[in-house]
């Protein structure tokens, strides 16, 4: 769970850990919030370096996520403009006659 602005952003695992304990839930949210201090735990270097993997991953995949949605922009803006130049055709009429009949 990430607080962001005053907004609250839940991932896969803060649902996961809220079907399986509500309370330690809660709690995590009230230390994030600082409504209470964070609860004094052992270091455990493993899980360090697990949260630390996960962080970074999800950087990945949002960086990632972010380059797919600028690349798509990107292409229907020039479709847009291929379509406009390779449906419009220029054709010069030779007398003012048949621009007259065409009009």
């Given at each position: 769970?990430?607080?962001?602005?005053?907004?609250?952003?839940?991932?896969?695992?803060?649902?996961?850990?809220?079907?399986?304990?509500?309370f330690?839930?809660?709690?995590q949210?009230?230390v994030k919030?600082g409504?209470?201090?964070?609860?004094?735990?052992a270091?455990?270097?493993?899980?360090?370096r697990?949260?630390?993997?996960g962080?970074?991953?999800?950087?990945?995949?949002?960086?990632?996520?972010t380059?797919?949605?600028?690349?798509?922009?990107?292409i229907?803006?020039?479709?847009?403009?291929?379509a406009?130049?390779?449906?419009?055709?220029?054709?010069?009429?030779?007398?003012d006659?048949?621009?007259?009949?065409?009009?």
């Amino acid at each position: 769970m990430i607080v962001s602005n005053g907004d609250i952003l839940w991932s896969a695992s803060d649902l996961t850990r809220a079907a399986e304990c509500e309370f330690a839930l809660l709690r995590q949210l009230d230390v994030k919030l600082g409504r209470i201090p964070a609860a004094k735990t052992a270091v455990d270097p493993l899980m360090d370096r697990i949260a630390e993997i996960g962080l970074e991953h999800e950087a990945r995949e949002r960086a990632a996520d972010t380059a797919k949605h600028i690349i798509t922009q990107a292409i229907q803006r020039s479709a847009a403009e291929h379509a406009i130049e390779t449906t419009v055709s220029v054709v010069d009429l030779p007398s003012d006659d048949l621009k007259g009949r065409i009009i």
